[in-house]
């Protein structure tokens, strides 16, 4: 169990270093895309954000580590790949978000540290179900 902990770890570290390395071109492309003065079509991307977020937030939910055979490589290798492109689906929904908002109504530092404490709570909710099943 100590082993499927450490590399659902390395997991997340991956996870945040590629959301990390994603935000620069993401938010380069939207600042120099018509977006920024078009507020309803923002808007409209925020909407269509906002469904893909939910969307991968049900599948990462949904997922249990409880019916995975941790004692099977395979097993455990498809899991992590699961919930670790569920989870980047959701951080870069939540950068997509964070950027078309402030497009919106400008910078809020408030709705930064909403969406950064939906993440956190994502990666906590990842690690207990790991925990659970210990």
């Known amino acids: 169990m100590k ?6 770890i390395l997991k997340n570290i991956i996870l945040v270093l590629l959301i990390m390395i994603l935000y ?3 938010s380069s492309y939207l600042i120099n895309s018509s977006l920024v003065a078009d507020k309803v079509s923002s808007g409209n991307i925020l909407v269509a954000a906002s469904i893909i977020a939910v969307i991968a937030c049900f599948g990462n939910f949904a997922f ?3 019916k995975v055979n941790i004692k099977k490589t395979y097993h455990k290798l498809l899991a992590h790949i699961t919930t670790g492109i569920l989870m980047l689906i959701i951080g870069i ?4 978000t ?9 910078h809020f530092i408030l709705i930064d540290l909403t969406l950064i404490s939906l993440y956190i709570a994502c990666v906590g909710y990842d690690f207990w ?5 210990s």
């Not at 929904?93 to 997509?96: A, E, P, V």
Request: hydrophobic residues 55%; aromatic residues 16%; charged residues 15%.
């Open 3 to 8: 082993q499927f902990i450490k590399e659902n």
């Open 24 to 26: 620069y071109p993401i």
């Open 64 to 66: 249990t580590y409880e």
């Open 93 to 96: 929904s939540l950068m997509f």
């Open 98 to 106: 964070a950027i078309l908002i402030s497009f919106i109504m400008g």
């Open 129 to 133: 179900d790991i925990l659970r099943v």
